[in-house]
């Protein structure tokens, strides 16, 4: 349940690339032991989150329709203590969850290379509390009810200064402590995409991985090593 809910947030609505429009399933390894992984990006962001597995049988990859997703969920949430049995086949995957099953089509279409967009050289390291940033974003935000709700941080010497402004010139600004000591740095963000990840992080903490105001950043949770997030700063 959580692979799902951690990577359902970045899914597409974007009915011209249907095939972002749920999460990628497949297999991935790491330290010689195998994963499900999901992952699901919007082109704006990405979640990554998987789970460990002991034993795979001639597994395929498949994308998982938004809608099968939220079913899923559901089923997972109702029947907490059941394990989930997962059979598909090229165009069809069925769950099995108890004594309740669903089937559904995949997406036909072929999953963008999302290593790829995954930063390696982002070298400025950030932790800061997840409460009170999450907290001073949605304060913030409030002023900018534009159709895009735009945050400025600025990432300064051990402190965000959080800033928002809208059409008609209302302000909000705030600061908050983190742990940081490189070079100061301001990104623009749309701030629906920061607040979306409040529900999906376990932690109380938050580490940003940075590089520059244009190039993405990474998200982390150090309570849940096996997931990462991916947000795009916005275009000034």
Same mark, same amino acid.
């Given at each position: 349940?959580?692979?799902?809910?951690?990577?359902?947030?970045?899914?597409?609505?974007?009915?011209?690339?249907?095939?972002? &429009?749920?999460?990628?399933?497949?297999?991935?390894?790491?330290? +010689?032991?195998?994963?499900?992984?999901?992952?699901?990006?919007?082109?704006?962001?990405?979640?990554?989150?998987?789970?460990?597995?002991?034993?795979?049988?001639?597994?395929?990859?498949?994308?998982?329709? !938004?809608?099968?997703?939220?079913?899923?969920?559901?089923?997972?949430?109702?029947? &907490?203590?059941?394990?989930?049995?997962?059979?598909?086949?090229?165009? +069809?995957?069925?769950?099995?969850?108890?004594?309740? +099953?669903?089937?559904?089509?995949?997406?036909?279409?072929?999953?963008?290379?999302?290593? /790829?967009?995954?930063?390696?050289?982002?070298? +400025?390291?950030?932790?800061?509390?997840?409460?009170?940033?999450?907290?001073?974003?949605?304060?913030?935000?409030?002023?900018?009810?534009? /159709?895009?709700?735009?945050?400025?941080?600025?990432?300064? =010497? =051990?402190?965000?200064?959080?800033?928002?402004?809208?059409?008609?010139?209302?302000?909000?600004?705030?600061?908050?402590?983190?742990?940081?000591?490189?070079?100061?740095?301001?990104?623009?963000?749309?701030?629906?995409?920061?607040?979306?990840?409040?529900?999906?992080?376990?932690?109380?903490?938050?580490?940003?991985?940075?590089?520059?105001?244009?190039?993405?950043?990474?998200? !982390?949770?150090?309570?849940?090593?096996?997931?990462?997030?991916?947000?795009?700063?916005?275009?000034?």
């Amino acid at each position: 349940l959580s692979l799902l809910n951690k990577t359902k947030i970045s899914m597409s609505n974007d009915e011209t690339r249907h095939y972002l &429009n749920g999460i990628y399933i497949h297999l991935t390894e790491s330290e +010689k032991k195998s994963y499900l992984t999901g992952v699901a990006t919007d082109s704006h962001r990405l979640s990554s989150s998987s789970i460990s597995l002991n034993k795979t049988d001639n597994f395929k990859p498949f994308i998982l329709p !938004k809608k099968t997703v939220f079913q899923l969920c559901n089923l997972i949430q109702d029947n &907490n203590n059941d394990d989930v049995v997962l059979k598909s086949s090229d165009t +069809k995957i069925q769950f099995q969850i108890g004594k309740s +099953k669903i089937i559904s089509k995949v997406i036909d279409g072929k999953f963008p290379d999302y290593e /790829k967009v995954i930063p390696v050289s982002n070298d +400025k390291l950030l932790q800061v509390e997840a409460e009170p940033f999450f907290n001073a974003i949605d304060r913030v935000s409030t002023v900018n009810q534009d /159709k895009t709700p735009t945050v400025k941080l600025q990432f300064e =010497n =051990n402190s965000i200064k959080i800033m928002a402004t809208s059409t008609d010139s209302n302000k909000g600004d705030e600061e908050v402590a983190a742990n940081y000591a490189a070079d100061g740095l301001e990104i623009l963000f749309n701030s629906k995409y920061i607040l979306d990840l409040q529900d999906v992080v376990e932690g109380d903490t938050l580490i940003l991985e940075l590089l520059n105001q244009s190039s993405p950043v990474i998200v !982390k949770d150090p309570k849940d090593t096996t997931s990462l997030f991916i947000l795009m700063p916005m275009r000034v």
